[in-house]
């Protein structure tokens, strides 16, 4: 059975992953969030933050609401009116931190929460910073270049991170884009992170970046946190090719489109095709967007930030395109595949098709025989295979 039951010095929470799935027996916790939460609580850093009127709160990249509902306890507890802000780049974790915090009846008059775009830079000066250190240290520092403008001397900045997620590179790039930063010790495989903010650094944030490719034409733009931001990752090159070509008025989807790519290409394969570009993380949603505008002038999209394809009408679409994320936050999963998988079968007008791109030890094509009663492997390698199914 699941651990549900997250113990602090406040009080018991109920915290839950999301979606919520039976077989899941993942915390929706890890040790680096019981250090950070026992440390803030423990070194009375809550009570001196709390206990200031109208104190400000930065929270970043809280996964599934841990730090969120322990700083809102704290606000309950004590009776004081606290503004916590919550960014973070994936639609699953808000809300995950949503339905955490409304199960453990935490929003109130005393805790202010409101949730921040991941591309924003905030503007009033925060009292403390907490934050889980991402597994992508480029969306970590170009986070944490925007925020310098909302810190000060005051500022107290507090981290956490498993350690086999908090390389000698993490604690470089913190030092040179808030100030001098140091670690705990090790405790439960995991470190606390500390840093002393440094008004006199000046670091340049170069995201987005953006590449061309000979697959497109044009640029592609790229927000920090978006997967293969860099280049066109080998499976994207792989299944362009078998994009299909038509003159026929078309809706289709790219599906976990990441910085828009395979849209893209879709869009200039297919002249009069509409084209809809759908991920839960919002920096892709407007990489998606910015490479559309670059590469398709005059064309017009519809973008989304949602949970794989939850708000499309049923037997709407006519083709979907996916390279399929296999991991949630750190953890590994096909669950996200499966429900790409199912959610597109729904969405599907009869006849249309279903195109995605996966490596051969996933076990795409029996996943999607499963939901299709059909799957065609239109070209495989040693590492990919690219898979058609039809709606029928």
Known sequence: ??????????????????????????????????LLVGFLQDELVLEQIVGKPNSRVLIFDDQFGALTSVLCQAANIAKKHVIIDVMTDSLIAETAI????????????????????????????????????????????????????????????IGAAMVKYLPLTALALLNETLGTTTTSRATKKARLIFSEFNAGLSPENIY?????????????ISYS????????????????????KTDHWLTIVDLACGNGVVGVVAAQKNPKANLIFCDESKMAVESARESFEACCEGREADF???????????QSVDMVLCNPPFHQQNSVSNHIAWQMFKQSMECLKSGGTLWVVGNRHLGYD????????????????????VIKATKR
């Not at 000066?125 to 969306?139: G, I, M």
């Not at 946190?225 to 299909?244: A, C, E, K, Q």
């Open 208 to 220: 987005p970046t953006s590449y061309s490719t000979e697959e497109v034409n044009g640029e592609l």
């Open 225 to 244: 946190n978006v997967f293969s931001r860099d280049g066109l990752d080998m499976g994207t090159r792989f299944l362009l090719p078998f994009i299909p």
């Open 98 to 157: 949503t339905q955490n915090l409304n199960s453990n009846d935490l929003q109130s008059d005393f805790a202010d929460v409101g949730f921040m775009d991941s591309t924003s830079t905030p503007e009033d000066n925060y009292d403390l910073v907490v934050y889980k250190l991402p597994k992508n240290l480029a969306y970590c520092s170009d986070v944490m270049m925007r925020l310098r403008k909302c810190m000060n001397a005051d500022t107290k900045i």
């Open 304 to 314: 989304y930030q949602m949970d794989c394809l939850d708000e499309l009408e049923k």
């Open 1 to 34: 059975m699941t651990e549900t039951e997250f113990k602090t010095s406040q009080g018991q929470l109920i915290l839950q992953r999301y979606p919520i799935r039976t077989s899941d027996n993942l915390r929706a916790w890890d040790a680096a969030d019981e």
């Open 366 to 385: 029996v996943s999607i025989k499963k939901i299709f009663g059909n799957s065609l492997v239109m070209e495989s390698n040693k590492k990919f295979m």
